[in-house]
């Protein structure tokens, strides 16, 4: 079964860092590509940064320069580096991993920023 386990969400005040961590366990087939996406309250669920098999990357406008998106292939895991924060940047902040076939989510982890 797969799993992908977020952490690192928290509160922070503009202007701060923080690193979003996402642990995929499970066995995925034919993988696209791994990513993040947040969902702001009444917001629908947009895409912040993409890392492809190749490792070239993607980033939302809003985000470029501030944010960079990382994996770690022995660890099965995929990174979202977050500085100079914003408090327009607060979200649940959900981990992606798109296969050929399916689209698998984690839980989410909030992220808060206070002005």
């Known amino acids: 079964q797969v799993q992908l386990v977020e952490s690192g969400g928290g509160l922070v005040q503009a202007g701060g860092s923080l690193r979003l961590s996402c642990v995929v366990s499970?066995?995925?087939?034919?993988?696209?590509?791994m990513g993040w996406y947040r969902q702001a309250p009444g917001k629908q669920r947009d895409v912040v940064a993409t890392?492809?098999?190749?490792?070239?990357?993607n980033y939302a406008d809003s985000v470029k320069g501030r944010f960079t998106i990382s994996r770690d292939n022995g660890k099965n895991t995929v990174y979202l580096q977050m500085n100079s924060l914003k408090p327009e940047d607060t979200a649940v902040y959900y981990c992606?991993?798109?296969?050929?076939?399916?689209?698998?989510w984690g839980q989410g982890t909030q992220v808060t920023v206070s002005s």
């Open positions: 890392i492809f098999n190749g490792g070239s990357t």
């Open positions: 992606n991993v798109a296969s050929y076939f399916y689209d698998y």
């Open positions: 499970g066995s995925i087939f034919a993988i696209k590509a």
